[in-house]
């Protein structure tokens, strides 16, 4: 079994910043990939960022893309999604999750086997 544990959500007026981790813990898998997905009530859950195992490719969601920036620090087994000018339709429950199948920056949920429980991003306007 896998542990995803997130924390840094909150409040925020727009055009602030918050800085998410995500924290792995369980099963020891050679290569994983580690992505962040948000979602509101009544939305299907969407992908915001995606890292590779080793860091060197990243995918963003267009709505993300040049304000949102993820990171990992395998040593430590976490990841981590820097949110700049956030915007009010930024407010969401961000879900961190992670593979053990793929190595890449998949954008796809179906890719990903392991989920964390979310933290609330509330963006004022």
């Known amino acids: 079994q896998v542990q995803l544990v997130e924390s840094g959500g909150g409040f925020v007026q727009a055009g602030g910043s918050l800085r998410l981790s995500c924290a792995r813990s369980?099963?020891?898998?050679?290569?994983?990939?580690m992505a962040w997905f948000r979602q509101t009530p009544g939305k299907e859950r969407e992908f915001a960022a995606a890292?590779?195992?080793?860091?060197?490719?990243?995918a963003y969601a267009d709505s993300v893309k040049g304000r949102f920036t993820i990171s990992r620090d395998n040593a430590k087994k976490t990841v981590y999604l820097q949110m700049n000018s956030l915007k009010p339709d930024g407010t969401a429950v961000y879900y961190c999750?992670?593979?053990?199948?793929?190595?890449?920056?998949?954008?796809?949920?179906?890719?990903?086997?392991?989920w964390g429980q979310g933290t609330q991003v509330t963006v004022s306007s």
């Open positions: 999750a992670t593979s053990t199948f793929r190595g890449g920056a998949e954008p796809n949920a179906k890719d990903y086997d392991y």
């Open positions: 369980g099963r020891a898998v050679r290569t994983y990939n």
């Open positions: 890292i590779s195992w080793g860091g060197d490719r990243t």
